[in-house]
């Protein structure tokens, strides 16, 4: 039977305290830092999904986000060699346009896992859309993502059946050259799109499975706010108990990753023989019935409420809108642009740069990045094996914090660190919060954004303090 | 392989005065320089068989010379970081001992205050091998020394408090030198608190911890020394000269521990071997080493083998590098008062140099001085350009 096997989430290290977005707002929403977008978000949450499975065993990714980092170029690609995926007789595909694409391609790589098109598919959907600055959305948007393993060999939760609704509707939209989401007035948002599709997708599947909603232990799906979200619960008629908590006011409503953001927190909690309701909203609304077998022997090291819990909070408005390019800011002292970086460079270092590939000496053993041709120490010519670091951590061996050089937030913290298992490099520290850097302080690897110019995006690995240190 | 002591004199040298030349071009600065060389060397244009250029960012290939028509001679542009200008005296001087050619210019020139920002450009075509991509992050100049500073603190367990003080004290003798010298861009005393208070830069090292950015050039006259008798009594000698390029070892290499740079070992080792020096910190009566930051300078007493591993901030605080010390270091102010025109520096030192060996440094004059050092380094850990020159007094 195919199922969910593993899942991980990903909620960025800050959070903007709303009272700093407007007076008397209170409560804060996940945003991404300067250096995140819905794909590194999405690489993290794929990371953290597929922790102790073999790589090699995943044989497809599909993506859903609102919010690509190009339009024409497919991102679940990207993903997947920054995830050290196969290329290989491997289904990429990227699903957009709605919120409700997450569960679209959750369904998608379901059908393909059971169709035997596949035998493994990550899913990620991740989001990170920007409210334009003083509208309500501002107080409801969050960054954030959720990877799901979907896969045909034993797992413990299953996705029993389905039932989606198209729904053409202009509600909530974007035009492909808008960066900020649009909305109709809120009354008819509601009453014609989100209270109307959501339960006639909920109720088509239910009818389809001889199920009420006493037959679910829990309920989790899409809200546009907090009060929208209790609101459809009672519409469902489910008790609160059976409600999956929306996350407004901690982290936010992150788009095509919300409804899956909100599984991945309710199957932490599930026990065996639950049956748990999903459905999204967008254009439609897809509704997924998944039930609990057996034990789940996958839950993810980092629970949401970790990543509830481990934040910097951003009190600083204009900081905010630097990071998101809605204002310009001086950012270290003055320099020419940052010319871009060459196409075929980028190229020709995927391995170095996005799969993160270090260089094994076979003579000596000697661990090296960048990568070199002849070994440093023995200097055996072109006997290299590839050596992955990215899901390695490190030690901090020595370090700064730069004021001087332009960097979107200064200070840039940068420093050296020694690999576990071998291999030392310099890398850029992000997401440090109020964390004290120390020679000795471990840190684990974290895909992120250099920069942007001319049109490419330049992406690299940084590393960060450990971000759940208190679990070690 | 053969020494080059006592094959290549320089007999003229000439040098700008370092600052922001706003109305001076590249080529006016390298005009100024090369006939204040050809007036001290009491020759002419004419008789420069072939020239060397030494610029980081300045003009390709001959023509950084152009303006002083030279006819048609071959001209070779050198460009290794920091150690541009000494590796062009370098590569001059081996032409020289080859007997290739008998009188030879080697010019040092940098033009940084047209770039239009503070600091040195951290992209092509200074550094290709770390940005030509653009793909990886940079590490920028201060953060590479800053690295050093936190580390060789904590190795051998100093306060990083204490270390900076030190770092602080350097500056401060720097400045003061500076403020003897005519030539240099800044000429202002400092004290110890105001290096402390100064603007961060990269932590630990603050604005007065770091040089600053300059328009200078230098020119050098090399021949051999039976050809320089006839122009002048007081030439001075090449004793032995000194270049190491990084082989990667440091950043990668777990095992590299902060505290040296083998690039300066390896380029004093042959400096020292081939001027026969076997006691630096005795045998060198003054020294110009390399400043760019003041941990640079610090780390590098041990390097050129000055002070011991981990004491050299005892000598620092002894006062053992100062004017009146038992080895000045930067009598002229260093690159603390001159700022760094990367090709300009090198050939700027040995000009400090020249003048400290044949008596005519004024107000900084080191007494007695028969030997001097001169040190550049410029790149990174495991990818830096070394260079150490030492030069004597004909009767040295």
């Known amino acids: ?472 | 392989m053969e020494s080059i002591k006592d094959r290549v004199a320089i007999i003229g040298m000439g040098c700008t005065k370092f600052g922001e030349h706003w109305e001076k071009s590249f080529h006016d600065l390298v005009i100024d320089s090369c006939y204040q060389a050809f007036e001290d060397a009491g020759i002419g244009p004419n008789d420069v068989q072939a020239a060397w250029i030494g610029t980081n960012n300045g003009y390709h290939r001959g023509t950084g010379l152009m303006p002083l028509h030279l006819a048609n001679i071959p001209i070779t542009r050198i460009e290794n970081a920091c150690a541009t200008g000494t590796d062009a005296i370098r590569n001059a001087a081996y032409a020289v001992a080859a007997g290739v050619y008998d009188i030879v210019l080697v010019s040092g020139v940098e033009k940084t205050k047209d770039y239009g920002f503070s600091g040195l450009p951290v992209s092509p075509p200074s550094y290709p091998e770390m940005a030509m991509s653009q793909t990886r992050p940079a590490v920028p100049m201060p953060s590479q020394f800053a690295l050093m500073a936190n580390r060789y603190f904590h190795h051998y367990g100093i306060d990083p408090k204490q270390g900076k003080i030190s770092l602080a004290k350097i500056s401060v003798k720097n400045h003061h030198n500076g403020t003897l010298n005519p030539l240099a861009h800044m000429r202002k005393e400092i004290t110890v608190e105001q290096v402390l208070k100064a603007p961060m830069i990269a932590k630990p090292l603050g604005l007065l911890d770091c040089c600053g950015v300059s328009d200078g050039a230098a020119a050098a006259i090399l021949t051999r020394p039976e050809i320089a008798e006839r122009y002048r009594d007081d030439y001075i000698l090449i004793k032995g000269l000194g270049v190491a390029c990084g082989d990667e070892y440091a950043q990668t290499n777990p095992d590299y521990n902060w505290t040296y740079w083998k690039e300066n070992i390896v380029a004093a080792d042959r400096a020292y071997k081939e001027a026969g020096i076997t006691n630096p910190r005795e045998q060198i009566d003054v020294a110009e080493v390399h400043d760019c930051f003041t941990i640079n300078e610090l780390l590098s007493y041990e390097d050129l083998g000055f002070s011991p591993r981990g004491k050299a901030s005892d000598d620092v605080d002894s006062g053992f590098f100062e004017l009146d010390g038992g080895l000045p270091v930067n009598p002229d102010g260093g690159l603390k008062s001159f700022g760094h025109p990367i090709g300009a520096s090198g050939i700027r030192m040995i000009y400090e140099i020249y003048l400290q060996l044949r008596g005519e440094a004024g107000p900084r004059q080191v007494s007695d001085a028969k030997t001097g050092l001169i040190h550049n380094i410029g790149g990174w850990p495991g990818a830096f350009t070394s260079a150490v020159g030492i030069f004597g007094r004909r009767e040295a």
């Open chain 1, 1 to 472: 039977m195919v199922g969910i096997h593993s899942w991980g989430l990903y909620v960025p290290f800050w959070r903007l305290d709303l009272g700093c977005v407007r007076k008397g707002l209170k409560g804060e929403r996940a945003v991404a830092n300067f250096d995140e977008d819905s794909l590194t978000m999405g690489v993290a949450a794929g990371i953290n999904c597929l922790k102790g499975i073999d790589r090699g065993s995943v044989d497809g990714l599909f993506f859903a986000s609102t919010t690509f980092p190009y339009k024409e170029k497919q991102a679940s690609v990207l993903a997947a060699t920054a995830l050290d995926l196969p290329t290989n007789n491997f289904l990429t595909a990227d699903f957009g346009n709605s919120l409700r694409s997450g569960t679209t391609a959750l369904l998608a790589a379901f059908n393909a896992v059971a169709a035997g098109t596949a035998k493994q598919i990550l899913v990620i959907a991740s989001d990170m859309r920007i409210p334009m600055s003083g509208s309500d959305l501002e107080q409801e948007i969050g960054d954030g993502a959720a990877a799901f393993l979907i896969s045909s060999a034993d797992s413990g939760v299953m996705i029993r059946d389905s039932y989606s609704i198209a729904d053409e509707i202009l509600d909530i939209w974007r035009t492909d050259e808008d960066k900020f989401v649009r909305s109709w007035e809120e009354r008819f948002n509601l009453d014609q799109g989100y209270f109307r599709v959501l339960p006639k997708a909920v109720s088509g599947l239910m009818q389809k499975n001889n199920i009420t909603g006493k037959d679910l232990s829990k309920a989790v799906f899409y809200g546009p706010n907090k009060r929208r979200h209790a609101e459809m619960g009672k519409r469902l008629g489910l008790t609160p108990e059976q409600v999956e908590p929306s996350l407004f006011g901690l982290i936010g409503d992150t788009g095509a990753a919300s409804t899956l953001m909100m599984l991945a927190s309710a199957l932490e909690k599930a026990e065996p023989g639950d049956r748990i309701l999903t459905a999204s909203y967008g254009n439609g609304s897809d509704s997924l019935l998944i039930e609990v077998e057996g034990d789940i022997d996958q839950r993810p090291q980092s629970s949401m409420q970790a990543y509830v819990t481990s934040k910097g909070v951003l009190q600083d408005y204009v900081r905010y809108l630097h990071w998101r390019g809605l204002i310009d800011r001086v950012t270290g002292r003055r320099r020419p642009p940052i010319p871009s970086p060459s196409a075929s460079c980028i190229w020709r270092e995927t391995d170095q740069n996005i799969r993160f590939y270090a260089a094994r000496c076979r003579k000596c053993d000697t661990i090296q990045y960048p990568p070199n041709r002849i070994c440093f120490n023995c200097h055996t010519k072109d006997e290299m094996d590839a050596h992955r670091l990215s899901d390695k951590e490190a030690e901090l061996n020595t370090f700064t914090e730069d004021y001087a050089t332009p960097n979107p937030d200064p200070p840039l913290a940068l420093g050296v660190v020694d690999f576990d298992g071998g291999g030392r490099t310099s890398l850029y520290i992000t997401d440090k919060g109020d964390k004290k850097l120390a020679i000795g302080m471990r840190v684990e690897m974290t895909f992120r954004k250099l920069f942007t110019t001319e049109g490419i995006h330049n992406y690299t690995w940084k590393c960060e303090p450990l971000r759940f240190s208190e679990e070690k």
